[in-house]
């Protein structure tokens, strides 16, 4: 799961080393933290969120094998 | 950027005062429906009037809503642009390649260039996970495939993504869902409120009832909740 994330996120940006994810394991869901550089957050984030949203689609129907349910937060 | 937010009986109505306010001129901004308005009951209660964001922008006038997939990332400024010597067919099939094998979703992909998109054909056992609920899924790895390949390749063209015939069955599906809610509508004369879809769904109902005589659709909502409406004509049109 980190690594699609990894994969989508860093496609997406101009500066993918700044790219750092990290994971928050709950007892029923899974956070997982974004974090890039700052002039890459809209891009991240795309017009209305549609970026943003359309990677949490993706990562939620990886996650419905694991049954856990996924979140995702962009940290500014 | 200079904006206002207007209020308004009519879109018309809302517009003209906030263009008056801005001194601007329609070609000069970018507008937002943010709430559709509503007829009360009686026209008296619960009536809500339309509320626009009317933006000044200095370029080219932009369509109202509706975003292009693909102009996001082509117009985000300093975009380093990697070209390869890969075609972009190569490079579609890379990205979904990398994208499956994350998704542990074992299938087949199979790219074409065409003259204006590149279609890709998801085929294999667990095709269904890719497709998600109301092809939700589909649509946002179509959407983030073209942000990618425009982003990162310079791609210009169109990557449309079909799993199977999934696409042609959902077309098929969401046009006798729409004849027979228009029938029932024909029957009580009650407006008929569908679930929020999809543009290229909602396009499809739109298509497929305008034959219809005695039948109006309309959309209303905005982004996400967008929906559409059916109901019957009588004598003066709704809108």
């Known amino acids: 799961m980190n690594e699609l994330l990894q994969l989508l996120v860093k496609s997406i940006v101009d500066t993918p080393e700044e790219v750092t994810i990290s994971e928050v394991v709950g007892e029923k869901a899974v956070v997982y933290e974004i ?21 949490r689609t993706i990562v939620r129907a990886a996650a419905v094998k694991d049954g856990k349910k996924v979140s995702i937060e962009l940290l500014g | ?36 308005p509503r007829e009360g009951l009686f ?15 200095n370029t080219a006038p932009e369509p109202e809503i509706e975003p292009d997939p693909n102009r996001i990332a082509s117009t985000l400024p300093g975009s ?8 972009p067919e190569d490079q579609v099939r890379d990205f979904l390649e990398k994208v499956f094998k994350c998704l542990e979703v074992e299938c087949d992909i199979d790219v074409c260039e065409g003259q204006n998109d590149i ?22 790895l179509q959407f983030i495939t073209n942000v990618v ?9 169109k990557v449309v993504i079909n799993v199977g015939d999934y ?38 109902i739109h298509l497929a ?18 929906k559409v409406v059916i109901s019957f004509k009588s004598g003066s049109p709704t809108r």
């Open chain 1, 35 to 55: 974090k890039v550089a700052e002039s890459d957050i809209g891009k991240v984030i795309g017009k209305q969120g549609r970026i943003i949203n359309a990677i």
């Open chain 2, 43 to 57: 026209g008296l209660i619960g009536s809500r009037n339309i509320k626009l964001r009317v933006a000044l922008v």
């Open chain 2, 119 to 140: 279609s890709v054909d998801i085929t294999g056992k667990d095709a269904g996970v890719v497709i998600g609920k109301f092809g939700q899924t589909l649509d946002s």
């Open chain 2, 80 to 87: 380093p642009r990697v070209f390869s010597d890969d075609t």
């Open chain 2, 1 to 36: 950027m200079k904006e206002v937010i207007q209020e308004g009986r009519t879109r018309e109505e809302a517009l003209k005062a906030a263009l008056e306010k801005l001194g601007a001129d329609e070609n000069d901004v970018f507008v937002e429906v943010l709430e559709t």
């Open chain 2, 167 to 204: 696409r042609k069955r959902r077309e098929e599906s969401v046009h006798k869902m729409a004849r027979s809610v228009a029938r029932k509508v024909m029957k009580t004369h009650k407006p008929e409120a569908l679930a929020p879809m999809p543009p290229q769904d909602r396009r499809i």
């Open chain 2, 149 to 157: 390949m425009t982003k990162k390749f310079g791609n210009k063209k």
């Open chain 2, 209 to 226: 009832l305008a034959n219809y005589k005695n039948i109006v659709t309309t959309s209303e909502g905005t982004g996400k909740n967008r």
